[in-house]
């Protein structure tokens, strides 16, 4: 199970991540990625398409959460940080079909530079997490799913 922390503890706890300092869209990696999270494919049974594929908006959202954004430590101890300040950053589908508004931007293989990337989530899946230091709330969990009638 995962654990959270709040912007404040993460770096009481010494967690930081330096920004890029290369072009978001540097290696073939990053393309694919970039590819998967800007446009929707049928094939492709659980995506996260940004609402704005451009690479000035992603690395903005990819910045902010590296720069003052809770953490997660997965349960593969892998370091993810959310930008959660952004409203609607992109939408779920699921075999092409949209099911869920997502309000953050999440940045997965922090410890990478070459692994490195970020996608849109939903506070909503991750809203009764809380800080494993201090308690706090760490994600307002607005966006709801879809329902056949719209958000």
Not at 25 to 47: D, F, G, I, P
Not at 65 to 82: C, Q, S, V
Not at 83 to 105: F, K, N, P
Request: contains cysteine; neutral net charge; charged residues 20%.
């Amino acid at each position: 199970m995962s654990e959270y922390y709040c912007s404040r503890c993460r770096f009481e706890l010494g967690y930081s991540r330096e920004l890029p300092s290369v072009a978001l869209l540097e290696s073939n990696y990053h393309k694919v990625k970039h590819q998967k999270h800007t446009v929707l494919s049928t094939a492709e049974r659980l995506q996260s398409i940004f609402t704005d594929p451009s690479t000035s908006a992603i690395r903005r959202d990819l910045e902010e959460a590296l720069l003052h954004g809770p953490m997660e430590i997965d349960d593969k101890g892998r370091i993810n940080f959310y930008a959660t300040s952004t409203g609607i950053t992109g939408h779920r589908y699921e075999w092409g079909t949209l099911v869920q508004s997502q309000d953050m931007t999440k940045v997965v293989l922090s410890t990478s530079a070459t692994l490195r990337h970020a996608f849109p989530e939903s506070s909503f899946r991750l809203g009764a997490a809380t800080c494993a230091k201090c308690g706090q709330s760490i994600f307002k969990g607005s966006t709801a799913t879809l329902t056949s009638t719209g958000e």
